[in-house]
């Protein structure tokens, strides 16, 4: 059959010839064939199948990223490859769903806690910390991967329990509007410290002090957004409901709201859980 025009095989494909020339640009789908004359763009019909999966993976709202990695691969593969991103889309409705019934709740006037809530104390300890501004998931997980190489390349020594896991500090909001910052941060042994952080130039050493966190087990997948809204609204309402003997203050601009991560036993799920540092103090 012979070759279509970009006209013909945007009518055929249903994407528009603006949309064409982008994935043309991104390497998502290139002409079979450019005029060297005129600068047409040519396709032939059997692009029709990969333009229609573009489409498609598009209106599930893939980033065009995301669509790059797939269309290479083997059917299989490719399967596998949707299968998990649409759990990935799947979980994140399911975490929208829970911020807007609990944003209706606390607009009603009322606030519940929806998570189990437990509290641990944290002594006093040495940190070796990176802090960045960041916009967006993608560029947190990106600063988050770059932090684990750095502890994989240093092999730094371990302070046993959760104490001494690595965790992440949000001082404001990662969104596409707002860029925190965001800051990685590794306890090491309190001895050691001044020699571990003139080895590792690229991370600050500082001091935390001693607190009590309260804390919520979050599992081991990526959460979005919409979830640190839910928990960290949840962990604000538990501190309201501390209140006979107990007065709790909640210390997220202080030290910060954390992400602890605690790789656990072979064969079983890394240990996470969101936490609230916070202050008790009896009723006077």
């Not at 998502?28 to 229609?52: H, I, N, T």
């Not at 935390?208 to 957004?225: L, N, R």
Request: proline share 5%; net charge negative; hydrophobic share 40%.
């Amino acid at each position: 059959m012979d070759q279509m025009s970009i006209g013909e095989f945007a009518r055929d494909s249903r994407l528009s010839a603006k949309a064409l020339r982008l994935y043309d640009e991104l390497g998502l789908l290139a002409p079979a064939r450019v005029d060297e004359g005129s600068g047409y763009r040519f396709y032939e019909p059997g692009q029709l199948k990969q333009a229609r999966l573009i489409a498609a993976l598009r209106q599930l709202q893939v980033p065009l990223a995301e669509i790059k990695a797939v269309l290479p691969l083997e059917p299989a593969q490719a399967v596998e490859r949707v299968r998990v991103i649409w759990a990935a889309t799947e979980a994140g409705h399911t975490a929208r769903r829970a911020l807007a019934a609990y944003l209706i709740d606390e607009l009603s006037g009322k606030r519940s806690v929806m998570y189990e809530v437990s509290t641990r104390e944290i002594p006093e300890r040495s940190l070796l910390c990176v802090k960045r501004n960041v916009t967006g998931r993608d560029k947190a997980w990106a600063f988050g991967k770059e932090f684990i190489a750095l502890l994989r390349h240093y092999q730094l020594p371990q302070i046993e329990g959760r104490a001494g896991a690595f965790f992440c500090i949000f001082w404001g909001e990662v969104s596409e509007d707002s860029d925190g910052p965001m800051e990685w941060c590794r306890p090491v042994p309190p001895d050691e410290a001044e020699a571990l952080a003139a080895r590792c130039p690229e991370l600050t050493l500082r001091a935390e002090a001693a607190h009590q966190e309260a804390f919520v087990k979050i599992g081991d997948g990526q959460i979005d957004g919409a979830d640190w809204q839910v928990v960290s609204r949840s962990l604000e309402a538990w501190s309201e409901q501390q209140h006979d003997d107990l007065r709790l203050a909640i210390g997220m601009a202080d030290l910060g709201l954390r992400i602890t991560y605690l790789p656990s036993e072979v064969g079983q799920d890394t240990y996470q859980d969101f936490a609230v540092p916070f202050n008790g103090q009896p009723r006077g």
